[in-house]
């Protein structure tokens, strides 16, 4: 399973731990994360080296071509919404998570298209416990397609 993760890059690198956490945690179940970038130290480096366009087309196939979006919306960013919004649109199941406390959109919260799902969590074992509780039903939902 192909797994997009999105977290926010120029609205802000405060949660690099997190999602770096995240990114492991999901590969140690053996799931690609085929956006793990995101989690990385100097990122922002990199992607001054790529136009807008590149960075855009990128991402926008990597959605299309993931199974799922698994986004934190802890650190509002514009692009981490937009992410969402685009797998909304190719019909791709989307986990938000966002630390408890946090002021998560309401654009998010809202959603009823039932692709987005919106959890907080309060440490890293209840944010383990929602990865696993989204990608279970992902997967018993794939199975009774088939």
């Known amino acids: 399973m192909k797994i997009f993760f999105s977290g926010s890059i120029r609205g802000g690198r405060q949660l690099i ?4 956490y995240i990114i492991r945690f999901l590969k140690s179940m053996n799931y690609n994360v085929i956006s793990e970038h995101v ?9 001054a080296t790529m136009t807008e366009q590149e960075i855009y087309e990128k991402d926008a196939n990597w ?4 199974d799922c979006v698994i986004a934190d919306i802890t650190v509002p ?3 981490v919404g937009y992410e ?3 797998a909304v649109k190719h019909k791709k ?4 998570v966002y630390q408890e406390g946090a002021n998560a959109s309401a654009m998010v919260l809202g959603n009823s298209t039932g692709y987005v799902t919106a959890k907080s969590y309060s440490d890293k074992k209840q944010l383990e416990e929602i990865l696993l509780e989204f990608l279970e039903l992902l997967f018993k939902k794939e199975r009774s397609l088939l």
Do not use: F, M, R
């Open 93 to 96: 199941p989307v986990l938000c």
């Open 63 to 66: 959605v299309e071509e993931s």
């Open 77 to 79: 960013s514009i692009g």
């Open 17 to 20: 731990p997190t999602y770096q």
């Open 84 to 86: 969402i919004c685009h």
């Open 39 to 47: 989690a990385a130290e100097g990122l922002e480096k990199v992607e």
